[in-house]
């Protein structure tokens, strides 16, 4: 790994100490990390966005979740150059399914060679759009209600809470979502007044909203997990 994508993914983390968070990737995480993964990850360092990669701590116990619900039919919001995809990629089964969407074709095809090399874009479907009306086209279609395994939200936060409504139909009940970028660099817990200005804005309310919406939410079981920028796994359980 190069020393750039060591410093991308070693700033991500909401821990109080770098080091304890380098002592997590450099302990458990980097060793298991597939081959084609760190790829991506190199590939990605030196893309001016290259910090909107999912962490790979996090990515380790999305691999978990993933083979904790046998998933086969997925669904991924906001690919970037495609670090989460590959890993949903190669943790589902030969015949399993992503539906990718994003609006961003062209950092989909940073990643996509190191998919291919990998031998798993037989798996995806790839999107280029807006991610809320490919889910609204899905639900036109009564036999997608309910039809997937695991979804995975990593794009636009103004629009969690409007893709968790729509997920809560496409997804089966023991299904889970995943949302990415729940604790918003750690300023979910800091006065607005006093939150630095780059992490201000509708993003941050979005979150906040977001995150009030899931706790209320009668139909998840919910975990909001301190890893990477803050993830909340949800669990459909009617
Ligand atoms: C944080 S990045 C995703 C990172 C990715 N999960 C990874 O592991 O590298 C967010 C992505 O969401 C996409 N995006 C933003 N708004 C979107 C929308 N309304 N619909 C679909 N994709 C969107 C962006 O183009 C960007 O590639």
């Not at 899905?138 to 409007?162: I, P, R, T």
Request: aromatic share 8%.
């Amino acid at each position: 790994m190069t020393d750039k994508a060591k410093q991308a993914a070693s700033s991500k983390g909401l821990l109080q100490s770098e080091d304890l968070y380098r002592y997590i990737l450099e302990t458990s995480v980097y060793p298991r990390e597939p081959e084609p993964l760190k790829k991506i990850r190199d590939v990605t360092a030196d893309h001016p966005w290259a910090m909107m990669g999912t962490a790979p701590d996090a990515g380790q116990l999305m691999a978990m979740l993933l083979r904790l619900v046998n998933a086969k039919k997925t669904i991924e919001i906001g690919v970037f150059t495609g670090y989460s995809l590959l890993l949903t990629a190669l943790t589902i089964p030969e015949d399993g399914q992503i539906t990718a969407i994003d609006v961003n074709r062209e950092t989909y095809e940073i990643g996509l060679p190191i998919i291919k090399k990998a031998g798993v874009d037989h798996k995806i479907n790839f999107i280029e759009s807006e991610a809320l009306s490919v889910l609204d086209q899905l639900l036109k279609y009564s036999e997608n209600e309910g039809s997937f395994d695991y979804a995975f939200v990593d794009a636009d936060k103004d629009n969690y809470c409007n893709y968790h409504e729509r997920l809560m139909k496409l997804l089966k009940v023991g299904g889970i979502a995943v949302y990415d970028n729940t604790l918003w660099g750690g300023t979910v817990a800091v006065p607005e007044e006093q939150v630095p200005d780059h992490f201000r804005g509708s993003s941050r309310q979005a979150i906040l909203d977001l995150n009030r919406s899931l706790a209320d939410d009668p139909r998840v079981q919910l975990s909001h997990v301190a890893l990477g920028d803050g993830i909340t796994i949800c669990r459909r359980i009617f």
